[in-house]
């Protein structure tokens, strides 16, 4: 008999904030850290929240665009993200209230396996759906543009 898994889950994180820059975060059985550049008074340990969320969406791309690819039989071999963004720094300068800090976000994705292109246009299709990371900047106002490509 097959164990159905929990559709909802309740998670935590863990943090303790040294100073003003610095978080150490842990969740499950790992810990990082979020920090500033010192340049702006951080400790330079770790990206800064704003860079965080963006390796987020980075992380999610991956992991569900492989699940997708699982899904539908697609081979696309070990994957290559790099990020583009724009981002509006107004409001983390405290210099005005700002609706859509992420403008734009572009996602060049690398494949090398042997999925061909119509193939990667149906991962597209289905990760657009599924990826909880990108569906929050999506609603937030953000616009992503993924540009899938084979090594």
């Known amino acids: 008999m ?5 559709t909802t889950i309740s998670q935590s994180i863990k943090s303790t904030s040294p100073s003003h820059a610095l978080s150490n975060l842990s969740v499950r059985d790992v810990t990082f850290a979020i920090d500033e550049p010192t340049e702006r ?15 987020a969406l980075i992380g999610c791309t991956n992991v569900i665009a492989n699940k997708c690819a699982d899904k539908l039989g697609v081979d696309l071999g070990h994957l290559t993200i790099d990020a583009t963004y724009t981002f509006d720094r107004r409001g983390v300068m405290l210099m ?7 403008t734009k976000i572009v996602l060049n994705i690398v494949a090398d396996g042997t999925a061909t292109v119509a193939e990667l246009n149906n991962v597209s299709t289905e990760l657009e759906k599924y990826c909880p990371v990108a569906k929050i900047f999506r609603h937030a106002g953000t616009q992503i543009e993924e540009i899938w490509s084979k090594a």
């Open 2 to 6: 097959a164990i159905q898994q929990k």
């Open 41 to 55: 008074g951080g400790t330079n340990l770790g990206p800064t929240p704003t860079e965080a969320a963006i390796a």
């Open 96 to 102: 005005e209230e700002v609706e859509i800090p992420f």
